[in-house]
């Protein structure tokens, strides 16, 4: 499967950019997802996907975010907003919930980030300003514990450089960690030796590599959208 | 015999009353390392904390999660000024201003973990293990000054036991021996930091006679448990634990 450009529409907007990575989720997974945008992939998972949600504060099968009455303090996701619980749920302490992440049971996780670079290092803690308050949460752990690590991000900054970049300028997260990048005008593979692109969304890939300081490759079979595995 | 103390906020006695006496034997004293269990406010033993507060102990290392929220519990603890150090994995918060503030003006020595090697560190230290490599963190700001090593192609990093002289839990209920259940994700990181202080306080929302806790679903034994402050009143108004 080749390089796919939608050059006929925009790029995409968050909710599209959510439901991409859900659709490369392979059913059955097991999956956690970040704090931030990566939430919002859980409102697209298919229904009898099977996809079983992690929480890190020790949850298998959180189901989605509730308000009002039905919110329990005791039952929270990792961004301490009140969850539910669904049918086969299980619970367990911090120590067996990063155990889990850790020695490489999770399938797949997605998180935000500063940056990710072509090798596939992760950005996303810590700005290192002078004046910033580190904060890494399990962001490191997560990084280096899933199988697949997907992150979800905007292609460009503020200032419009990019932040898919040759190698990071901010602190890492993890080292050569990330295996695909979904941006609003592109998704890209960082687990090989080069950067693939594997899907554009309203511009070509000649359109990208212009706008990119990056040497990039299109797809060639065996890689290609779609599922992960 | 259980050797669990209870203190039980029963017969005139308050909630906070039955809190002070718990720490007051705990022996919680100044320049101790103190582990403060719950993620956000699930499962922070907000009642010991604030009785941690009237204690008075200062020049503490507080180990937690997170370094407070809002104005009460931890952050109430901060802003009384008895914290020297916070080591935890996720200080920066939308409503963590006490923490921000004294950080800032150098009041706070921080020590960031990420969050499941922290959890790690106090297994560790609780089940008698002297240290261990993990891939957590390798090549990054966090494993600076760390040995390191290749273990099946990979880089890990050393990491050492945390231990703490007192530990302030939550949990749903105890039995009178003193084993403890927890309720839903404000388990977190209770069970562990009761094996890793050398004494463990929990705040439960009711106590059951033995043999009213299934032994199956136990989650943490009475062995790790020395003091239980029951926060359910004598008119059986049940208090978050």
């Known amino acids: 499967m080749s390089t796919v450009e939608h050059t006929d529409r925009g790029p995409l907007s968050r909710e599209e950019m959510a439901a991409v990575v859900a659709r490369d989720i392979p059913d059955g997974s097991y999956v956690n997802l970040g704090i931030g945008q990566p939430t919002t992939v859980a409102a697209h998972l298919r229904p009898?996907?099977?996809?079983?949600?992690?929480?890190?504060?020790?949850?298998?099968?959180?189901?989605?975010?509730?308000?009002?009455?039905?919110?329990?303090?005791d039952l929270t996701n990792a961004g301490k907003q009140p969850v539910s619980e669904l049918p086969g749920a299980s619970y367990f302490h911090h120590a067996d919930s990063f155990a889990m992440m850790r020695g490489g049971h999770l399938d797949v996780c997605v998180l935000g980030a500063y940056q990710v670079s072509a090798s596939g290092d992760l950005a996303n803690w810590h700005t290192g300003a002078p004046d910033a308050i580190p904060a890494v949460g399990g962001a490191m752990d997560l990084a280096t514990g899933a199988k697949d690590v997907l992150v979800m991000m905007t292609l460009f900054a503020k200032d419009g450089s990019p932040k898919l970049v040759p190698a990071c300028t901010y602190p890492l997260t993890g080292v050569g960690c990330v295996s695909r990048v979904y941006t609003e005008v592109a998704l890209f593979d960082v687990s090989g030796d080069d950067v693939v692109v594997l899907e554009t969304w309203g511009e070509s890939v000649a359109e990208l590599v212009d706008r990119l300081q990056l040497r990039i490759a299109r797809a060639t079979r065996p890689r290609g959208p779609g599922r992960l595995r | 015999?259980?050797?669990?103390?209870?203190?039980?906020?029963?017969?005139?006695?308050?909630?906070?009353?039955?809190?002070?006496?718990?720490?007051?034997?705990?022996?919680?004293?100044?320049?101790?390392?103190?582990?403060?269990?719950?993620?956000?406010?699930?499962?922070?033993?907000?009642?010991?904390?604030?009785?941690?507060?009237?204690?008075?102990?200062?020049?503490?290392?507080?180990?937690?999660?997170?370094?407070?929220?809002?104005?009460?519990?931890?952050?109430?603890?901060?802003?009384?000024?008895?914290?020297?150090?916070?080591?935890?994995?996720?200080?920066?918060?939308?409503?963590?201003?006490?923490?921000?503030?004294?950080?800032?003006?150098?009041?706070l020595e921080l020590e960031v973990v990420p969050q499941g090697t922290l959890a790690e560190r106090m297994r560790a230290a609780g089940a008698g293990i002297g240290g261990f490599f993990c891939p957590t963190g390798a090549g990054t700001l966090l494993a600076e000054?760390?040995?390191?090593?290749?273990?099946?192609?990979?880089?890990?990093?050393?990491?050492?036991?945390?231990?703490?002289?007192?530990?302030?839990?939550?949990?749903?209920?105890?039995?009178?021996?003193?084993?403890?259940?927890?309720?839903?994700?404000?388990?977190?990181?209770?069970?562990?930091?009761?094996?890793?202080?050398?004494?463990?306080?929990?705040?439960?929302?009711?106590?059951?006679?033995?043999?009213?806790?299934?032994?199956?679903?136990?989650?943490?034994?009475?062995?790790?448990?020395?003091?239980v402050v029951d926060l359910r009143s004598t008119s059986g108004e049940e208090h978050a634990a």
Request: hydrophobic share 45%; charged share 20%; glycine share 14%.
């Open chain 2, 1 to 107: 015999m259980s050797r669990t103390q209870f203190h039980t906020a029963a017969g005139g006695t308050t909630a906070a009353e039955a809190a002070d006496a718990a720490l007051s034997a705990s022996g919680v004293a100044s320049g101790m390392t103190v582990l403060v269990g719950g993620f956000g406010m699930a499962g922070m033993p907000v009642a010991l904390v604030d009785a941690l507060i009237r204690h008075g102990a200062d020049e503490l290392t507080v180990v937690s999660n997170n370094a407070g929220n809002g104005d009460t519990g931890l952050a109430a603890l901060l802003a009384a000024g008895r914290v020297r150090k916070v080591i935890c994995s996720f200080p920066r918060q939308s409503d963590s201003w006490v923490f921000d503030g004294l950080y800032r003006a150098g009041r």
């Open chain 1, 48 to 73: 009898g996907s099977g996809v079983v949600l992690h929480t890190e504060n020790g949850m298998l099968g959180m189901g989605p975010v509730v308000t009002g009455d039905d919110a329990d303090p």
């Open chain 2, 145 to 227: 000054g760390k040995e390191t090593r290749v273990i099946d192609g990979r880089e890990h990093v050393l990491e050492m036991p945390l231990r703490g002289d007192v530990a302030l839990i939550g949990a749903h209920r105890a039995d009178r021996a003193g084993n403890l259940v927890y309720r839903k994700t404000a388990r977190n990181f209770g069970p562990v930091m009761a094996t890793a202080a050398a004494t463990t306080v929990v705040q439960v929302g009711g106590v059951v006679e033995v043999g009213a806790l299934d032994p199956e679903a136990v989650v943490t034994p009475a062995i790790y448990v020395d003091h």
